[in-house]
């Protein structure tokens, strides 16, 4: 009894610390709601018509979407290719990705200047739009991904009729969902590098390419399947879930190669291009050019390399940080750093652009908790979890 | 496209009087004060560059980088010229902010119902035949409105015949095109008017767009025969355990 009074003493002050610094959060984005709904853009951000895209697309959007790569991964791995071993990880990313996609449908309504339209590419049709096709992706991919992550929701109807027809309709369709994810997604991730393309002239030569579409494509998914590592990590050490962590070790041995391949492309397509000669040149984009390339690709391929680190969960979960930094680093650059110097706008985000966002990720970290705890998302380890439940109770 | 619309705008005939200015801002109802650069309440400018005048406006392009990023098509380059925006449509995303290569279109940062701002032309006006505001208002016919190849030949005269010109018509080729056009007897770079490429800037995303059922068959397909591989392998490998155990049973029995 004694260790459990210790462990629900340890435990206690650690929730609440928790509780506190998500409520801060959540205060802090109801007033950057406020400020934006009943201030104006003006008063929210510091958003110019020289930058007219700030924090709430380089990291809500480009970033919130890359993130979700994981789901369509993992799903189709398992489903299409018949990776049975990663089966146990399936739901945990299909919800990643899920939640993932409704931060990006919340960050719309603030990012917006007009939300209230939003519906209207549904009727309002521009095929020659990058947008466009961005809108109908989101509106899509959401949709399946909801259908992907529904049983898990489902399972838990009290009606056993309902609940039997739908789980039964949806094994059938299954296997033409996640084919339809996995093209919608990849478009997706493509085209939110595609939508910089026309802006050829104001994209610093070090991230213009012709080839963005896939350099995004190539950079998101392994981001993707870091930060399914780093959820799934996460999972394991605070809510009992009972994954092998020799799966995550075999992830992250795929992510070595992808990231191999994105630097090969990156490299080539520097060279060809040009844009390697502007690194010559100090400027602080060449600081913010090397910080993203040491971040996504050199550190993590390094450290990948080393059998210690990818068998340690731990050291596993940090390098795979490494990545998602670095992803969000080329986001952010590609939508912030290029282009300064065309604009001649410093942007630098206004506190309630960080409060939003934040808040808006911290709400979905929330109900990913959540999720994970009440539905059956990942494997759990049972004596555990008894424990800790009678220390809540104690 | 038949016959557009286009103005031309001399920089050496321009007294920088801001009569254009003050007759835009009078036709939209903005508050009359001067400012320095394009504004939401300011679609024209007549920028000091020192000896020179350059008045700044949204060139029209031919083939717009706005209306291709429009994804609900709010902004339309229409049959007589100007690029026009349809209020009620927009969404608010700036899209057309960043896609467009001259930096034109401004958006209402201040207002809680924000809207895109940029010269349209005066296009109403234009369609029941008057000139422009600013153009009608300009004293000394530094600018002038006119059908596109006539105003393009007017230029073309200009610059071969009086030698002072720089022998180049800005936005005769620019983005693809224009339809505003600047003449000069000072490099145009002085003034602030960038070297541009003459590649139309839809046509950067018109490439990647192409592709797309491209990717659909062919990621389709793949996926589908990879799924088709996988079920396959699952159906032998379960046949032959099948067949495995009812050997040993056989043997089993026999024994």
């Known amino acids: 009894m004694s260790r459990l009074e210790a462990l629900s003493g340890f435990i206690r002050p650690k929730i609440t610390m928790w509780r506190v610094i998500v409520a801060l959060i959540f205060a802090a984005g109801c007033y950057g709601a406020y400020a934006r709904f009943a201030l104006g853009l003006h008063q929210s951000t510091n958003l110019t018509d020289g930058q007219p895209w700030g924090l709430w697309v380089g990291l809500g959007t480009l970033c919130g979407v890359g993130i979700s790569a994981g789901g369509f991964a993992i799903a189709a791995a398992v489903y299409l290719l018949g990776f049975e071993r990663y089966r146990p990880v399936v739901r945990s990313a299909v919800l990643l990705s899920f939640l993932g996609y409704l931060t990006v449908c919340v960050g719309m309504m603030y990012e917006l200047g007009l939300p209230w339209r939003i519906w209207h590419p549904i009727v309002m049709w521009n095929r020659h739009s990058v947008l466009f096709e961005v809108s109908w992706c989101v509106m899509l991919y959401t949709t399946v991904l909801t259908l992907e992550f529904s049983p898990a929701l489902v399972e838990r109807i009290p009606w056993k009729g309902l609940r039997n027809t739908y789980l039964k309709w949806h094994h059938e369709l299954l296997i033409g969902l996640v084919m339809v994810g996995a093209v919608l997604s990849s478009l997706h991730q493509s085209f939110l590098g595609g939508l910089y393309l026309v802006a050829k002239g104001k994209v610093d030569p070090l991230w213009y390419s012709q080839y963005l579409p896939t350099l995004f494509y190539l950079s998101a998914v392994p981001a993707g399947l870091a930060a399914t590592i780093m959820a799934v990590y996460l999972c394991n050490r605070s809510l009992n879930a009972g994954i092998d962590p020799r799966i995550l070790t075999e992830m992250s041995q795929v992510i070595a190669p992808l990231l191999y391949v994105y630097a090969l492309f990156r490299g080539i397509d520097l060279v060809t291009h040009g844009g390697l000669a502007s690194l010559w040149y100090w400027r602080e984009e060449s600081l913010l050019f090397l910080l993203e390339i040491g971040l996504l690709v050199v550190a993590p391929i390094i450290l990948l390399s080393q059998k210690k680190i990818r068998s340690n969960p731990q050291h596993l979960y940090l390098t795979c940080s490494l990545v998602v930094m670095g992803f969000i680093a080329n986001r952010l650059n590609v939508s912030v750093t290029a282009f300064e110097r065309t604009s001649g706008y410093h942007y630098v985000p206004k506190w309630t652009e960080f409060a939003l966002t934040l808040a808006t990720v911290t709400a979905a970290a929330v109900a990913f908790h959540y999720a994970v705890r009440y539905l059956d998302i990942l494997p759990k380890k049972q004596p555990k979890k008894w424990i800790v439940e009678n220390a809540a109770t104690a | 496209m038949t016959k557009t619309k286009a103005i031309l705008i001399d920089i050496t005939k321009c007294i920088g009087c801001r009569s254009c200015e003050q007759a835009c801002k009078q036709i939209h109802g903005f508050p009359m004060q001067t400012e320095a650069k394009l504004s939401a309440t300011a679609l024209t400018v007549v920028e000091d560059h020192g000896d020179r005048f350059l008045r700044k406006m949204c060139m029209n392009c031919q083939d717009p980088a706005c209306a291709s990023a429009c994804l609900v098509g709010a902004l339309r380059k229409t049959e007589l010229g100007p690029v026009t925006y349809e209020s009620s449509k927009c969404i608010g995303c700036r899209y057309c902010i960043v896609a467009c290569p001259f930096n034109v279109p401004r958006y209402e940062w201040t207002k809680l119902v924000p809207f895109v701002k940029k010269c349209d032309m005066c296009y109403a006006r234009q369609v029941k035949g008057e000139q422009p505001a600013c153009v009608e208002a300009c004293p000394v016919q530094a600018s002038i409105v006119g059908w596109r190849d006539e105003i393009l030949e007017e230029a073309q ?53 192409g592709d797309v059922p491209t990717v659909v068959l062919v990621g389709g397909s793949l996926l589908a025969s990879l799924y088709w591989i996988t079920n396959r392998r699952k159906h032998v490998a379960m046949s032959e355990a099948q067949e495995a155990a009812s050997g040993t049973t056989g043997k089993s029995e026999r024994s």
């Open chain 2, 157 to 209: 005269r200009r610059i071969v015949l009086d030698s002072k010109y720089v022998k180049h018509i800005y936005g005769s080729e620019e983005a693809g095109g224009t339809s505003v056009f600047f003449i000069s007897d000072v490099p145009f770079e002085k003034l602030g008017l960038t070297e541009m490429s003459n590649q139309p800037m839809p046509v950067l995303t018109a490439n990647a767009l």
